[in-house]
């Protein structure tokens, strides 16, 4: 069985799916299926740790014209030459390009087609640049996502959102996954020094692209209040900036240290001297960031926006209401737990997040393709 995932870009500043596609197809490929990764490249000195790590096929198509759209002349030749009998097309991305290119091929040579959401059909994602998703809906998407053989979701409330704007087609649940072992065991001595790491202090850590969907501001504007009661506790803020105007919006605080994009053993560091992790975003349909926290055992303080109830249910941190008392509250409550508290709820965390191995759901992806291989005539 060959498998042909379809994402639009894989830098680092693309976020979620550049990693945990890249991640998926690991597993995937320890799982004997034949995999192919087509995306563009959008920037010329693009960057990936898991893609630089790992033997990963990727074909890279140089984006041609507008950025926005993703448009490449070679894309759609580059994926034909790789069809065999028994293929499969994979779309990570929807709204752009690449994503037309697949279910085009797909409906042309009657290839099966998954096709992944990740968190695209959330009402306030499509009011994110509205009327270009309106019209790339009228276009091609709702066409897509009723021909998909099965609609890939990361979280129960995207088949809801689905069914919101009129899309009934079936629905795999499959999570996205982690991996336990950080294949490090040392920490990076350079960025405990950019950061003048000191044993006694308390690190809240905050890992997401800076955008206003990820609440940053919330943090912000806690810690301004905490910073009144205790001395010790600073916030490590990784992540790339996404939304210049709104970062520049926000309040610019001593103690918080801001570190940009971090990868490898410099993000492991972060992690490993980081007693608190918060993510106080409006919406998440898995929470990539979040699971990495629970792995390395660090209680989680996030919103009913991401699909994390079982941080409430199993004792490993705050599932709040999004609000600013709501996330005051939760901070507050933390700082006042003792290191050995924060310990047992870090260790429940981690036992929450074992059960959600890339190994884990890779296999259930794979048992995916199969099902809809034999109930569907291939190329």
């Known amino acids: ?14 976020g979620g799916p550049a990693k945990s596609v890249l991640l998926l197809v690991k597993y995937l490929n320890k799982l004997n299926i034949d995999n192919r990764i087509f995306t563009i490249q959008v920037f010329q000195n ?47 991305t929807v709204w752009t390009y690449p994503s037309y290119i697949g279910y085009k091929i797909a409906k042309k040579y009657n290839i099966p087609l998954v096709v992944s959401v990740r968190g695209t059909m959330y009402k306030w994602a499509l009011n994110q640049s509205k009327y270009i998703k309106k019209i790339a809906m009228l276009l091609f998407q709702r066409s897509m996502l009723n021909y998909a053989d099965v609609i890939h ?29 950080t294949g490090f065991d040392y920490i990076d001595k350079d960025i405990l020094n950019a950061i003048s790491y000191n044993p006694s202090k308390i690190y809240i850590m905050f890992l997401a692209r800076i955008v206003h969907n990820k609440g940053l501001h919330y943090l912000i504007s806690s810690y301004k209040k905490i910073k009144l009661k205790y001395n010790n506790v600073e916030v490590l803020v990784v ?7 709104y970062f520049h919006s926000l309040e610019k605080l001593d103690g ?32 990539m960031a979040i699971a990495e926290a629970m792995s390395y055992k660090i209680p ?17 941190g705050w599932w709040v209401e999004l609000s600013q008392v709501n996330i005051d509250k939760a901070l507050n409550e933390a700082l006042k737990c003792d290191s ?12 929450i997040i074992k059960n959600y ?23």
């Open 357 to 379: 191995t890339w190994h884990k759901q890779a296999l259930k992806m794979k048992n995916n393709y199969i099902k809809i291989g034999k109930l569907k005539c291939t190329y």
């Open 46 to 92: 693009e960057k990936n740790s898991v893609l630089e790590e790992n033997e990963i096929l990727v074909t890279k198509s140089p984006v041609s014209g507008i950025k926005k759209i993703r448009y490449s002349s070679t894309f759609e030749e580059e994926i034909i030459k790789n069809i065999t009998k028994n293929t499969i097309i994979h779309v990570h």
């Open 300 to 316: 989680i303080i996030t919103t009913r926006g991401t699909p994390w109830q079982e941080i409430q249910d199993k004792d490993a």
């Open 239 to 245: 992540g790339g900036v996404e939304d210049r105007k």
């Open 153 to 181: 979701i990361t979280e129960l409330n995207e088949r809801a959102s689905l069914r919101d704007i009129g899309i009934y087609n079936k629905t795999v649940l499959i999570p996205n996954g982690v991996e336990l072992e």
């Open 256 to 287: 918080m240290i801001y570190l940009g994009i971090l990868e490898g053993v410099k993000k492991h560091t972060i992690f490993s001297i980081s007693s608190l992790f918060v993510l106080p975003s409006k919406s998440e349909n898995f929470g």
């Open 340 to 351: 050995s508290k924060l310990r047992e709820k870090g260790d429940k965390a981690y036992n």
């Open 1 to 14: 069985m060959r498998v042909i995932h379809i994402v639009e870009n894989l830098d680092n500043s693309y």
